[in-house]
């Protein structure tokens, strides 16, 4: 009994698969994803200064756009410093719109304002599988002048399966920690846009 048990244990382990998907390609030390973007006129002495104006909310999930503005905020602090976001609340208007948001930037004397969308947040987890996903666009304008200088979209998987004997527990841990993960999705996603628009900014030694 205790042959067959240890047989079937390595049945199960040969079988077993465990993998995470971040939809990344390896580029040295460094795990960016190429981003389908057209840059219109951002280059490396511009813009050093963004706002980042409150993001549109397409997806079923209330927080969903916080958690995408904020991913972008803390990645584009790489390249040059960001309006606090509480600060730009105060200043927005309702509802939302890219002419409020360039009035927005120009009083907090930012050189460019990024407005973005969460077009997708999803989470699944049954027994043997569990991933998170997040989709989300942005655009940049020149606060001087309110022309488009950047535009791009993006998307984040995190999920694992497999069979094992310990699948089941490590699917229902990211089922409990979804929250965390969904977030390191959007900050994943902001900094291939960083690293789209500023690899040297990116850059580790």
Request: aromatic share 14%; hydrophobic share 40%.
């Amino acid at each position: 009994m205790i042959l067959s048990f240890t047989f079937l244990a390595g049945v199960l382990l040969s079988c077993s698969g465990c993998g995470t998907f971040h939809a990344l390609t390896y580029d040295g030390h460094n795990t960016y994803r190429s981003v389908e973007s057209s840059n219109y006129g951002v280059t490396r002495n511009f813009p050093k200064s963004f706002t980042v104006y409150p993001f549109k909310n397409t997806s079923w999930y209330q927080e969903a756009a916080d958690r995408g503005r904020q991913g972008i905020y803390q990645a584009f602090t790489l390249i040059g410093p960001c309006a606090r976001i509480d600060e730009t609340e105060k200043l927005a208007a309702q509802p939302f719109s890219a002419s409020d948001a360039l009035k927005v930037a120009r009083q907090q004397n930012s050189e460019a304002v990024i407005v973005g969308e969460v077009m997708n947040q999803d989470h699944f987890w049954f027994l043997l599988m569990s991933y998170s996903y997040v989709m989300l666009k942005i655009n940049i304008y020149d606060t001087k002048d309110g022309k488009l200088i950047y535009s791009a979209n993006t998307w984040g998987i995190d999920s694992d399966f497999g069979l094992s004997i310990l699948s089941p527990v490590t699917s229902l841990i990211d089922h409990i920690n979804w929250s965390r993960l969904t977030q390191g999705l959007y900050y994943r996603c902001a900094m291939d846009f960083v690293h789209d628009i500023r690899p040297d900014a990116t850059t580790t030694k």
